[in-house]
Nanobody, 126 residues
């Protein structure tokens, strides 16, 4: 099982930016599809962005398209989520997820991921 540790969350004003990082350890990172999810208070966890094992494919939820960018550095065993033009409705706990897979595609479903980080809080003030 891979261990995932998120960092980079915090408090930011609307319109600002944050970059989340997720460091992976425990197995070869390049065999994992990676994803970011979020959960706001009182709401279910939702998919935000995903990236394939090689990094050549990405997919975004409609509500973050054009504002967030997911990337990965397999040499550093780290996946990133660059968030720009943040809105108060982006406030949530953000989770990194990993799944060891032979598939080259992006995984979008929460139940497709077997490993999860502890989450990092992102708060966007208006």
């Amino acid at each position: 099982q891979v261990q995932l540790v998120e960092s980079g969350g915090g408090l930011v004003q609307a319109g600002g930016s944050l970059r989340l990082s997720c460091a992976a350890s425990g197995r070869a990172f390049s065999n994992d599809a990676m994803g970011w999810f979020r959960q706001a208070p009182g709401k279910e966890r939702e998919f935000v962005a995903g990236i394939s094992r090689s990094g050549d494919s990405t997919y975004y939820a409609d509500f973050v398209k054009g504002r967030f960018t997911i990337s990965r550095d397999n040499a550093k065993n780290t996946v990133y989520l660059q968030m720009r033009s943040l809105k108060p409705e982006d406030t949530a706990v953000y989770y990194c997820a990993a799944e060891f897979t032979s598939r080259r595609s992006v995984l979008r479903g929460e139940d497709e991921y077997g490993s999860w980080g502890q989450g990092t809080q992102v708060t966007v003030s208006s």
